[in-house]
């Protein structure tokens, strides 16, 4: 890189272009060792290492768990993460905020959430414990509470349990 940002202080074309093909080469031998960290075996093994995420592994079997189980009409809550499920699955989510960070800000959010948990018409069929925790710890226990109350574990998939409606 130094050799070729000297050459295109001398001014010539030819050392411009030096420079910029031994700027290419750098960048890309960069690009590589990062995507060499990265990558592994397989295209989990590659999530993994890049998302840390066991979930995203996860997902197709869950969704495909929850697909085969359940109605087109039913619906799903994937607690507090994880809205590929209900792409993937093709099934609805049974709340209008999906995600820990919409829980935790939306005024309203969680108690809304737990109103639908708690109301055996809105109740969704299964309910999938991927996040256990919201931002202040402990404020999740009365959803946790009304799973318990509601829901028999059916199934774990990759380490996440998977709760079906009793009597729903």
């Not at 295109?8 to 960048?27: D, E, F, I, M, Y």
């Not at 925790?133 to 509601?150: C, I, K, N």
């Amino acid at each position: 890189l130094a050799a070729g940002m000297a050459c295109a202080r001398q001014g010539s074309a030819w050392g411009s272009r030096r420079a910029a093909g031994v700027a290419l080469v750098a960048a890309a031998g960069v690009a590589l060792v990062f995507n060499l960290r990265v990558m592994g075996a397989t295209p989990d093994e590659t999530s993994l290492r890049l998302y840390s995420r066991p979930a995203y592994v996860a997902a197709r079997d869950i969704a495909a768990y929850v697909r085969e189980h359940t109605g087109e009409d039913d619906t799903i809550y994937a607690a507090f993460a994880q809205a590929d499920l209900y792409h993937l699955s093709g099934r609805r989510a049974a709340a209008r905020q999906l995600y820990w960070t919409e829980i935790n800000r939306v005024p309203g959010a969680l108690d809304d959430l737990l109103d639908t948990m708690a109301d055996q018409a809105r109740r969704p069929a299964y309910v999938i414990g991927i996040d256990r925790e919201l931002e202040q710890p402990g404020r999740a226990d009365r959803f946790w509470m009304l799973v318990a109350r509601h829901y028999a574990l059916e199934r774990e998939i990759g380490g996440f349990p998977i709760y079906r409606v009793v009597g729903g």
